[in-house]
Structure formats: structure tokens, C-alpha cells
Nanobody, 125 residues
Framework: QVQLVESGGGLVQAGESLRLSCAAS????????MAWFRQGPGKEREFVAGIRWSGGSTYYADSVKGRFTISGDNAKNTVYLQIDSLKPEDTAVYYCAARPGSAYYYTARASYNYWGQGTQVTVSS
């Protein structure tokens, strides 16, 4: 019944910015840990950024620090991923994920119970 719906992906040129959105529904998410993952062609799905739904501490993969910003809007039940200075290597399907409990920081794919369908981000050089 939990649904996560990503949006905001598209085809952009290197150096541009995108804001991805993850609209969550079906539960009260106040105690959830939310995350963004991405999976490029031929690659494993990897953790990008995470945040406690309540707006607590944020976490980022080393590869995206300084360019990616995760945030949330509790009133809209939406989590965002702001991506600045896009690079061709950022090309991937970006997934929103969620799991109960916000006390810990999770980066493993298997740690998440719920997933969206993903939104494609393609960056041209």
C-alpha cells in the first residue's frame, strides 16, 4: 500500500541542474528513513543520499557530496533530490526508497522495504 512515485528526471546537458521529487503515500512516514539510489547502465544500484523524514541528519555518498542535496517537505509528503552541476557519469535511473525507523543510517539496498519505479536522468556532454 505504500507508494513512492519519482518525478523530475529528463535529458539535460552537463552543468545543468535537476530537482527530483519523491511523492510518498499510504502511510505516516514521520518515523521513516528515506533515501535516493541510482543505477547506471551495467552498474549496481548505489546509495546516493538519505534523510530522516522528520528532517533530521542527511547523508551522502562521497561521489555526490557538494553537488547533491536531499530535503523533505513534510506537508507534501515529498522528498527531493537537488542535483547541481550534472555530469555525464550521473546518468542513471534514480530511485526513491523508504524503510521504517529513522534511528540509523542505511546505505544497503536490502535495507529498504519500499521502492519507487525510478526516474531516468540522462546527462549529455
Amino acid at each position: 500500500q505504500v507508494q513512492l512515485v519519482e518525478s523530475g528526471g529528463g535529458l539535460v546537458q552537463a552543468g545543468e541542474s535537476l530537482r527530483l521529487s519523491c511523492a510518498a503515500s499510504g502511510r505516516t512516514f514521520s518515523n521513516y528513513f528515506m533515501a535516493w539510489f541510482r543505477q547506471g547502465p551495467g552498474k549496481e544500484r548505489e546509495f546516493v543520499a538519505g534523510i530522516r523524514w522528520s528532517g533530521g541528519s542527511t547523508y551522502y555518498a562521497d561521489s555526490v557530496k557538494g553537488r547533491f542535496t536531499i530535503s523533505g517537505d513534510n506537508a507534501k509528503n515529498t522528498v527531493y533530490l537537488q542535483i547541481d552541476s550534472l555530469k555525464p557519469e550521473d546518468t542513471a535511473v534514480y530511485y526513491c526508497a523508504a524503510r521504517p525507523g529513522s534511528a540509523y543510517y542505511y546505505t544497503a539496498r536490502a535495507s529498504y522495504n519500499y521502492w519507487g519505479q525510478g526516474t531516468q536522468v540522462t546527462v549529455s556532454s
